[in-house]
């Protein structure tokens, strides 16, 4: 099993910025994709951003020109830089990791637990 522990979420005024970070931990060998998605009250769950083991990334188009995905391989962790926000952005973050290789096998579709951001006027 892979957990997935995201942080860095919070308020903050409308062309602020944040840093949110994920750290994935279950005896993990190498994880595929990990990417960012976010759910906003009454709205289905949109993808944010990815980003591939070799970094190649992909991003919404909302997002694109303010956000940025980084990742660390050595220590399994994800990383979304948010700038420019505005009261749109708001909702709950969650990390994903896509497929991973862990001492036990292969685990699909890992996802944390979400960290809430807001961006007031």
């Known amino acids: 099993q892979v957990q997935l522990v995201e942080s860095g979420g919070g308020l903050v005024q409308a062309g602020g910025s944040l840093r949110l970070s994920c750290t994935a931990s279950?005896?993990?060998?190498?994880?595929?994709?990990m990417g960012w998605y976010r759910q906003a009250p009454g709205k289905q769950r949109e993808l944010v951003a990815t980003?591939?083991?070799?970094?190649?990334?992909d991003y919404a188009e909302s997002v694109k020109g303010r956000f940025t995905i980084s990742r660390d391989n050595a220590k399994n962790t994800v990383y979304l830089q948010m700038n420019s926000l505005t009261p749109e952005d708001t909702a709950v973050y969650y990390c994903?990791?896509?497929?991973?290789?862990?001492?036990?096998?292969?685990?699909?579709?890992?996802w944390g637990q979400g960290t809430q951001v807001t961006v007031s006027p």
């Open positions: 980003i591939t083991r070799g970094g190649g990334t």
């Open positions: 994903n990791a896509d497929r991973a290789a862990t001492t036990r096998g292969t685990v699909i579709g890992s």
């Open positions: 279950g005896s993990i060998f190498s994880i595929n994709t």
